[in-house]
């Protein structure tokens, strides 16, 4: 069974700290993606990556970095984290090569106070 | 480059019809929509591809115009079990995975 976990579900962190989001697949994927999901605003791309150590940018990849050292995890760092930053992050994954689906993680809420 | 989905709720009774759509002001290689329930991750649905070849469920059908830039979703004779936020995503770049995905498309089917 295909798996895609993220490190934590909720996570409540202060102004300005430095936030990690780690996502790890089992499926041996070549991609990997981190989306924001806002209530009206669907989902946005902030980074995807299509190999170990590659990376592209999103469309709001602003204020956001990734780290991609193995081709399982997939991190999103938030290097001073804000107010605006509060939302929820999906990661999804797929396979490098086919027009298919896209696997997602059940999500972190993140709350920025 | 985010498409725009219509409507942005339907609600409907349990056995009625629905389409969702989806369009693009850029050409597109391919849609792919997704369903997602409450509190849960994205699920893949189906994936439309230029030139007519379809794959995903087998009791939702879809359509896709090239020349329009425009999909549509068909959810036909609804059961509870299809409540949920549809989103599209569209490939503009031709890379089969790098999509953008609509804002979502609310659907609540009552019994």
């Known amino acids: 069974d295909v798996k895609v976990t993220q490190s934590s579900r909720y996570l409540v962190k202060r102004t300005g700290e430095k936030v990690f989001l780690e996502c790890v697949q089992d499926?041996?994927?070549?991609?990997m993606f981190w989306y924001r999901q806002d209530p009206g605003l669907g989902l946005r791309l902030i980074y995807f990556s299509y190999d170990v150590k590659m990376k592209e940018k999103g469309d709001i990849p602003e204020g956001y970095s990734v780290s991609r050292e193995k081709k399982e995890r997939f991190s999103l760092i938030l290097e001073s984290a804000s107010t605006n930053q509060t939302s929820m992050y999906l990661c999804?994954?797929?396979?490098?090569?086919?027009?298919?689906?896209?696997?997602f993680g059940p999500g972190t809420r993140l709350t920025v106070t | 480059q985010q498409p725009v989905q219509s409507p942005q709720a339907v609600i409907l009774r349990e056995g009625e019809d629905a389409v969702i759509n989806c369009s693009s002001s850029k050409a597109l290689y391919s849609v792919h929509w997704y369903r997602q329930k409450h509190g849960e991750a994205p699920v893949f649905l189906m994936i439309?591809?230029?030139?007519?070849e379809q794959k995903g469920h087998d009791k939702i059908s879809a359509s896709f115009n090239e020349k329009k830039q425009q999909s549509s979703l068909y959810l036909t004779a609804s059961q509870l079990s299809y409540s949920g936020t549809y989103f599209c995503g569209t490939d503009i770049s031709n890379s089969g995975y790098a999509l953008n995905f609509g804002k979502g498309t609310s659907l609540l089917v009552t019994p």
């Open positions: 999804a994954s797929t396979p490098l090569g086919t027009l298919g689906e896209q696997y």
């Open positions: 499926m041996d994927h070549e991609n």
């Open positions: 439309l591809l230029k030139g007519g």
